[in-house]
């Protein structure tokens, strides 16, 4: 009998919490929706959340109860969302979320070419580059491929995020997907020179020539170029330089990529066979016919 008591008593007291939490709930996420924050850490709903009464402990329980009742995503450790059917909120677009899953990222490849109009390909995934060293859950089980692609899903999207040195991420632009959210992507012609870098990611060389075809009415070619340079990367300066110079780029032009010293011949594709013949001016061996 006196164990049935305390039951009931417990059960009245949680719910008091529960009712005090959800009123609690409503303005922290008033407040953050009024701050335009549709993304947002744990230290900044801390911040609100002691302007309220809420102390670490409580904010804790409450969002990881906002979370399980389908309210909030927990899109990483200390970094949550909020769903479309929150008062205030909005749907969050992929691009947005991945530019907040990993900082710095910049919107990138595939997804920035697809934005750019310089391809028709309807990306799948969500293409970002970062300087952060990215450790996903299939990379850590026994086993994993080296050489398969590790995504990163949250939301219900799926994202794949490249690694670079700090010195080479540069070349980005600040823009608006709609009237909430603002994001990291790379420009024009930062998407050119990734195509060039990367052409396995976005179907092989030949596609990356057609890119570039399709885009250099649209792209600055004396800004492509200082990009190539401060990448520094011998292969992707004479293979893009090879690339303009057989788009009918003036040489004088492309002086700067041509005196950039490197050492011995490099491949047009690197993922073909070692064949072809040597062209000396780009130091260039033409092993494939774009």
């Known amino acids: 009998m006196y164990k049935n008591v305390l039951i009931v008593v417990e059960f009245i007291c949680r719910l008091k919490v529960c009712n005090y939490m959800q009123d609690v709930a409503t303005k922290l996420l008033a407040r953050l929706a009024e701050e335009g924050a549709y993304i947002f850490t744990f230290n900044h709903a801390?911040?609100?959340?002691?302007?309220?009464?809420?102390?670490?402990?409580?904010?804790?329980?409450?969002?990881?109860?906002?979370?399980?009742?389908?309210?909030?995503?927990?899109?990483?450790?200390?970094?949550y969302a909020g769903v479309a059917k929150l008062p205030g909120f909005y749907h969050i677009p992929p691009f947005a979320i991945?530019?907040?899953?990993?900082?710095?990222?910049?919107?990138?490849?595939?997804?920035?070419?697809?934005?750019?109009g310089f391809t028709e390909q309807l990306p799948l995934v969500t293409m970002l580059t970062?300087?952060?060293?990215?450790?996903?859950?299939?990379?850590?089980?026994?086993?994993?491929?080296?050489?398969?692609?590790?995504?990163?899903?949250?939301?219900?999207?799926?994202?794949?995020?490249?690694?670079?040195?700090?010195?080479?991420?540069?070349?980005?632009?600040?823009?608006?997907?709609?009237?909430?959210?603002?994001?990291?992507?790379?420009?024009?012609?930062?998407?050119?020179?990734?195509?060039?870098?990367?052409?396995?990611?976005?179907?092989?060389?030949?596609?990356?020539?057609?890119?570039?075809?399709?885009a250099l009415e649209q792209i600055s070619i004396p800004k492509l170029i200082d990009y190539l340079l401060r990448y520094k990367q011998g292969a992707v300066i004479k293979?893009?330089?090879?690339?303009?110079?057989s788009f009918g780029v003036p040489l004088e032009q492309l002086q700067a990529l041509q005196d950039f010293k490197v050492?011995?011949?490099?491949?047009?594709d690197r993922t073909k066979e070692a064949?072809?013949?040597?062209?000396?001016?780009?130091?260039?061996?033409?092993?494939?016919?774009?």
């Open 239 to 245: 293979r893009l330089g090879w690339a303009l110079a």
């Open 98 to 116: 991945g530019c907040q899953l990993f900082v710095p990222s910049a919107v990138s490849h595939l997804s920035a070419l697809h934005y750019h």
């Open 130 to 214: 970062t300087t952060k060293k990215i450790v996903t859950p299939s990379m850590r089980q026994d086993g994993a491929n080296k050489q398969q692609e590790h995504y990163i899903t949250s939301c219900g999207n799926k994202f794949l995020y490249r690694t670079v040195l700090p010195q080479h991420f540069f070349g980005h632009s600040e823009i608006w997907i709609d009237e909430h959210f603002r994001v990291t992507i790379t420009d024009s012609e930062r998407t050119i020179l990734d195509a060039f870098v990367d052409f396995a990611w976005i179907g092989g060389f030949g596609e990356a020539m057609g890119i570039l075809e399709n």
């Open 46 to 79: 801390l911040i609100v959340a002691k302007e309220l009464g809420l102390n670490e402990i409580q904010l804790k329980y409450l969002l990881a109860k906002l979370v399980a009742d389908a309210w909030l995503w927990h899109l990483k450790k200390g970094l």
């Open 275 to 290: 064949t072809g013949s040597y062209n000396k001016f780009w130091q260039i061996r033409e092993n494939c016919k774009p």
């Open 263 to 268: 050492q011995g011949y490099h491949l047009l």
